[in-house]
């Protein structure tokens, strides 16, 4: 993968705890941030106390030349934010200039953190559907907007090899939302859950205290009950 290939956009730590439903107590389990970008969350919930390590194949990149692709690629970004409000469902008192204001910030708190959390292990460059990780490596793992959101990008293959090794580092998995671009539930997330029933792992619908993309309310909770169960799972 190229920097120019990546569009980098980062939520805040806040943004991460109200759409996986984050509590006090999970600031005591490892946690994986799969895919954060430029978040704030690793920032945040490490200032908090909490543990987390974040991967991302942005993360092959020094911080000037991921605050540069910041710096190049965010106007556009905003002028097509403006052009779709209709996309956002806005908090009262909320515009797209807030929003982005929000966002923006977010990945300024990202950069400052960012090459002290290199170094401290924290940001790990990677890439699903092959995680440089140990079995069980982590308690929870969260995968925020790539997994069901870019499913016109992401085939349905990669999309099972990813959830299943995520659960492969995790025991419990996180995923959010569960709409695609545009806003309609994704079509595979009936048939990856059908599938890992089948393969024991437990999988529900979580409506969380988050809305801006508008309709993307719900994050996927998956559990397995044991760190031998997976290696064979086949969802086809
Ligand atoms: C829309 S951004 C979301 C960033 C962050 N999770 C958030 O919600 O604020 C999607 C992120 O997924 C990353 N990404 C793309 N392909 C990936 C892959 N195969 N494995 C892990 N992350 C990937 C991108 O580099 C980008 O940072």
């Keep these: ?66 605050r540069q692709r910041i710096e190049a690629t965010f106007p556009d970004i905003v002028r097509r934010m403006h052009a779709e409000p209709e996309r956002f469902a806005l908090a009262a008192g909320e515009t797209i200039d807030t929003l982005a204001d929000r966002r923006w910030a977010a990945m300024q708190c990202f950069l400052a953190d960012y090459a002290d959390g290199g170094r401290a292990g924290r ?62 539930p994704s079509a595979y997330l009936a048939p990856m859950r059908t599938a890992l029933s089948d393969h024991g792992a437990a999988s529900e619908i979580v409506k969380v205290g988050y809305e801006v993309q508008r309709g993307a309310r719900h994050m996927l909770r998956i559990t397995r009950s044991s760190a031998h169960s997976f290696p064979d799972l086949d969802i086809s």
């Design 1 to 66: 993968m190229h920097l120019d290939q990546i569009v980098p956009l980062g939520r805040s730590a806040a943004d991460y705890r109200a759409m996986f439903a984050l509590q006090p107590d999970d600031r005591t389990r490892r946690l994986l941030g799969c895919g954060d970008g430029p978040a704030a969350f690793n920032a945040g919930w490490t200032g908090e106390g909490g543990r987390v390590v974040s991967l991302d194949p942005l993360y092959a990149w020094p911080v000037d030349a991921v």
């Design 123 to 184: 940001y790990v460059a990677g890439a699903l559907a092959r995680l440089p990780f140990a079995d069980d490596a982590f308690d929870l793992a969260l995968c925020s907007h790539l997994l069901f959101l870019y499913e016109a990008q992401l085939s349905r293959t990669f999309h099972r090899r990813a959830l299943r090794e995520l659960l492969r580092v995790a025991r419990e998995v996180r995923v959010f939302p569960l709409v695609n671009l545009e806003a309609r």
